[in-house]
């Protein structure tokens, strides 16, 4: 029960029901957008989020700088990685 | 596609790898236990045993990482005693039944939905819980009932669906509710003498419901890692390494791999609707697994007129597993798929006994379909060797 | 020489009314009007002007093409009638051309037999066969027999088709599932899942806007230009129901080797892509109308791409090769994943239910 799929919302559709459409890769659906409105999340202001969408919900925003983040620390796995094996490289040829 | 390729980086994956291989070595190399079994992470949920098979991860790991497949995949756990219920609700002639798709070829005692849609009952598959909704309005003169599956995650979407019904004035709508909790199925398979294991991949989208707080219990209580995991490759993968990385380094927490969706306190709009439709039930059935307390939900009295359970007659029998089928061993991680004695023989996906055959999440169906290669070749030239 | 002449035969039928009833099958009058008016003057050809009950081929005509006659039938019941890229009538020709282009045949005449549900509307009639006309002229086949028969309102879904084919295979040609072999290599001729993802996004239940067209189209030209340039094409299946997936693994087991093909070289267009992603569908399995797998020796597999992708068809502009025949694993059809991991591809179980979960 677990499919969600990330997409982008285009437009509202109708405020009162909390229905806008998302945008999954160039193809659209009508998603209902009430678990992502709240008191400092106006439904009109959620035109251009990005969100999870499940099962014809909009469950949660998705945060463009924790999904940066997860990235840059994958990234930077392997820099140190590399930077560790050149340093033991350096010692085992006596550079250090 | 953004937010999803960028999680399926091979090249990130490999950088992973490298880094899994290496702290795997230290681990079994610093722990004794390990000496005659392998590091034992179970993902609970179905949705990542379905990445896991998709992508092939379980082969790019090292040997020494057995990953243990998890009954949190709500379809597989359905008895077949609910099945049942639901076809003689859908056999009602004023009944349009509204199911997600994978439900719909379960087998109950005497038929799946499928085989009662072929029969002649007004089962519809449906994308969303709200489609079930336009139905009603389309259909005044039926009843509509949609059959409410799933874990915490879907929990929103059918209570905010009810909660539309209300707003709305609709007396055609009903719910046939089959929703179960993730914390309790979770302590039982931790308090289960056969169970082994080192680390827990945490459901992420049940997180993205219900907040980090319900999974600190087993890194404080049963001393063991817990990862909130999303569901692309890379954060499968990503997650794995972060429980090793604890192994290696003592440390028994509860971490969130998946900080992009998934908030400390949750989704409170979510658990608000949840909180007004839905109370706990003492016991719920699932299959495999016997009666789990506080493991399901129930529709609150408030809203009993949209209690399809309420609303119409329904066997409520318990039936018995099939004597042949292992589908709680599986379940339970005890033993894997191709180990049940009826695998790949009496149970496949054409002529499925269980719904872990039939459940895209389920392991057997996963197993089956993309195969973990070796076991799973082995299996395919013995049939292709007897034809 | 029998080829017959045309205008022997006045075509007076004009078809009375808006919507097909139970006399239009009848075989009276109002019968004859529909099959005149309506199919006759539509497909336009000697054969039919005849008005027999069966087409007479010449078969000296026939044996000068080549060694072999290829032979096939198909019916069409697909729901909705018309569909983003085309319709059920478009469908049933350039389906049964295909299926007879594969062999290396060239496809030259086609039947038509409609089975009419009482209540389809004319006009619909009318832009079905016209539909059919214009495949079949695209194609270069013509439609020289042909069935009507109308039934009761509920006993069939509008309109169901079956078009039966004949084409002549040249001498030198030997296509064949059982023809795979270790360091072939494995083609395809562009984009897959379109006609799938189209039909699914035509469904209004599912209610997803797109832009995705059905790929239905006749492939004999493109075929042609192939086995122009390459002859040596081992196996060649149109993937249709059940996608690539099953293509590849009936090749496999025909020819009893491994198939190992690589997600990345694959091609899709992003909106199928999102589509399935949505519906939790696995593109390999959506159905095509207008792809075809192909299997040529390894040394030969450059120039069959160029072929096709610089065919005048146009249909193979978005060609690729997208994996290897190997040696070890026969029977199974292996997925190198865009992850990096392998994992099996089997044959479709049932219908292939979205993974709604």
Same mark, same amino acid.
């Given at each position: 029960m677990c499919l969600g799929i990330p997409g982008q919302i285009v437009e509202i559709i109708d405020v009162t029901k909390n229905l806008a459409t998302v945008d999954v890769s160039g193809v659209k659906r009508q998603v209902n957008i009430a678990c992502i409105v709240d008191e400092n999340h106006s439904v009109e202001s959620c035109v251009g989020d990005w969100v999870l969408v499940h099962v014809g919900f909009a469950m949660s925003r998705i945060n463009e700088e924790e999904a940066q983040k997860t990235l840059a620390l994958l990234t930077e796995l392997g820099e140190a990685q590399k930077e560790v094996e050149a340093i033991l490289l350096a010692r085992t040829e006596g550079a250090l | 596609m953004k937010y999803v390729d960028e999680f399926r980086d091979p090249v990130l994956a490999q950088k992973l790898i490298a880094e899994i291989e290496q702290l795997t070595a230290q681990i079994l190399k610093e722990n004794k236990r390990f000496a005659d079994r392998p590091i034992q992470l179970m993902e609970f949920c179905g949705g990542h045993t379905h990445t896991i098979f998709r992508y092939g991860i379980e082969q790019l790991l090292p040997k020494s990482i057995e990953l243990i497949h998890g009954p949190g995949c709500p379809v597989c756990v359905l008895p077949m005693g609910r099945v049942d219920d639901c076809v003689s609700l859908a056999e009602r002639p004023e009944v349009i039944f509204a199911t997600f798709g994978d439900a719909m070829r379960v087998p109950g005692s005497k038929k799946s939905l499928l085989q009662a849609k072929a029969d002649g009952a007004d089962v519809r598959m449906v994308y969303s819980p709200l489609d079930a909704l336009t139905l009603a309005r389309k259909h005044p003169d039926r009843e509509v009932i949609f059959f409410a599956l799933g874990f915490e995650t879907t929990m929103p979407s059918t209570a905010l669906t009810v909660l539309e019904a209300e707003r709305e004035g609709l007396d055609n709508f009903s719910l046939f509710c089959n929703h179960i909790t993730t914390v309790p199925i979770i302590k039982a398979i931790l308090d289960s003498p056969n169970m082994q294991l080192d680390g827990l991949l945490a459901p992420g989208h049940v997180s993205m419901v219900v907040g980090e707080a319900p999974f600190h219990f087993v890194a404080d209580t049963y001393k063991k890692p817990i990862v909130i995991t999303g569901f692309e490759p890379l954060d499968i993968v990503q997650s794995i390494w972060l429980l090793l990385r604890q192994l290696a380094q003592g440390q028994c927490l509860m971490e969130n791999q998946y900080a992009r969706i998934v908030?400390?306190?949750?989704?409170q709009p979510g658990l608000a609707a949840i909180a007004r439709v839905y109370q706990l039930r003492d016991f719920f059935e699932w299959r495999g697994l016997g009666s789990i307390e506080d493991s399901g939900v129930r529709i609150t009295d408030a809203y009993a007129r949209f209690d399809a359970e309420r609303k119409f007659p329904v066997p409520n029998v318990k039936i018995a597993d099939p /004597? /042949?089928?292992?589908c709680g061993e599986v379940l339970k991680g005890e033993i894997k798929p191709w180990q049940c004695k009826v695998f790949g023989s009496q149970c496949t996906p054409e002529t499925p006994m269980g719904a872990l055959m039939v459940s895209s999440e389920g392991a057997c169906a996963a197993y089956y379909n993309f195969g973990n290669l070796p076991e799973l070749m082995a299996l395919k030239e013995k049939a292709v060797v007897a034809k | 020489m029998t080829t017959p002449t045309p205008g022997l035969r006045k075509r007076s039928g004009k078809l009375k009314g808006d919507t097909i009833n139970m006399s239009h099958g009848g075989g009276g009058k109002a019968m004859r009007d529909l099959i005149e008016d309506v199919f006759i003057t539509a497909f336009d050809n000697a054969h039919l002007d005849l008005m027999e009950d069966q087409a007479r081929i010449d078969l000296a005509v026939l044996t000068a093409r080549g060694d072999r006659l290829a032979l096939t039938t198909d019916s069409y019941v697909v729901d909705p009638i018309f569909f983003p890229g085309g319709d059920i009538g478009k469908l049933s020709v350039c389906g049964t051309v295909n299926d007879l282009a594969v062999s290396g045949a060239v496809p030259l005449y086609l039947t038509c037999g409609v089975i009419i549900e009482e209540g389809l509307s004319v006009a619909d009639l009318r832009t079905i066969v016209k539909s059919m006309k214009e495949a079949a002229d695209r194609a270069g086949v013509k439609i020289i027999t042909g069935d009507t028969k109308v039934v009761d309102r509920g006993a069939c879904d509008k309109i169901f088709i079956n078009t039966a084919g004949v084409g002549v295979i040249q001498k030198n040609l030997h296509i064949d599932a059982g023809r795979a072999r270790p360091g072939d290599l494995i083609l395809i001729n562009g984009y897959i899942g379109d006609h799938g993802a189209a039909i699914l996004g035509a469904r209004?239940?599912?209610s997803i806007e797109n832009n995705i067209l059905s790929d239905c189209a006749p492939l004999n030209g493109l075929i042609s230009d192939l086995l122009a340039a390459c002859p040596d094409v081992h196996c060649m299946r149109d993937a249709t129901r059940g996608g690539i997936a099953s293509v590849l693994n009936e090749i496999a087991d025909s020819s009893n080797v491994c198939i190992k093909i690589k997600e990345t070289a694959i091609p899709i267009r992003p909106d199928v892509r999102g589509m399935c992603e949505i519906l939790g569908l696995d593109p390999l399995y959506l159905a095509n109308e207008g792809k075809i797998i192909i299997v040529v020796p390894g040394a030969q597999a450059d120039k069959a791409l160029q072929a096709l992708q610089k065919s005048s068809s146009q249909l193979g502009r978005e060609s690729a090769v997208i994996g290897e025949v190997k040696d070890g694993h026969e029977g199974i059809v292996i997925l190198q994943t865009a992850f990096g991991g392998e994992r099996i591809v089997d044959m479709l179980v049932g219908d292939q239910l979205p993974r709604i979960c």
């Open positions: - | 908030t400390r306190d949750g989704n /004597s /042949s089928c292992q | 209004g239940d599912l």
